[in-house]
């Protein structure tokens, strides 16, 4: 079956612009979770989505949303992007089963360079 | 809220030692607990986990265990092979589905 799709895989944007990433999750997969990669900060937790409603949220600002559709497809937006937020965004699905948990499967990322 | 560390940041080991990376987590409601490994340029891909109810998992040369009075647990591979070499994300979960990672360990498996 065909894994996560992230598009696009790489972008680059200047200072104060905003983006749109898209993540597109393995069929039955309802759970759609969003980190940034960095070299020195790791796998930061940013969302996680689940039949179109925020679940779970990370520590970072405002300017960093997000959204899930009917179809489990979901969305990262970033306004007024700063040179900090160069990284490699990657998103993640995972099955979802009331008291269980389900490891993840990532995408290949899309990597964001601010200039 | 829960916090992963793991340790070491890095490792270094000749091909068919064995390796060993640990970490502790902090929140006792956490009962999953995922092994990512990530190679240079690639997704971080699962490689084996571990429930609350079991205190330890193989799967070839690879196994988990797990320590839930210490809060701690460790993977550990046996005879590495240089396809080995990668960074190993340990992570911990509750039931909400909110994942913890650990920073990392760059495993280097040197021929």
């Known amino acids: 079956k065909a894994g996560v799709t992230q598009t696009p895989r790489y972008l680059i944007k200047t200072r104060g612009q905003q983006v749109t990433l898209s993540c597109s999750p393995i069929s039955g997969h309802r759970s759609v979770s969003w980190y940034q990669q960095t070299p020195g900060q790791g796998l930061q937790f940013l969302f996680e989505?689940?039949?179109?409603?925020?679940?779970n949220k990370g520590n970072f600002p405002g300017r960093f949303s997000g959204r899930q559709f009917s179809n489990s497809r979901s969305e990262m937006n970033v306004s007024t992007l700063e040179l900090g937020d160069s990284a490699l965004y990657l998103c993640?699905?995972?099955?979802?089963?009331?008291?269980?948990?389900?490891?993840?499967?990532f995408g290949s990322g899309t990597r964001l360079t601010v200039v | 809220g829960e916090n992963v560390e793991q340790h070491p940041s890095t490792l270094s080991v000749q091909e068919g030692d064995s390796a060993v990376i640990k970490c502790t987590y902090s929140d006792s409601a956490s009962n999953y607990f995922p092994w990512y490994k990530q190679e240079l340029g690639k997704r971080p891909q699962l490689i084996i986990d571990i429930r609350s109810n079991v205190g330890e998992k193989k799967d070839q040369r690879i196994a988990v265990t797990l320590n839930k009075t210490a809060k701690h647990f460790s993977l550990h591979i046996t005879e590495t092979q240089p396809e080995d070499s990668a960074v190993y994300f340990c992570a911990a979960s509750n039931n909400f589905n909110k994942f913890y990672f650990g920073s990392g360990t760059k495993l280097n498996v040197k021929p």
């Open positions: 993640a699905s995972s099955r979802v089963r009331t008291g269980t948990n389900y490891g993840y499967t």
């Open positions: 989505y689940f039949s179109e409603t925020q679940r």
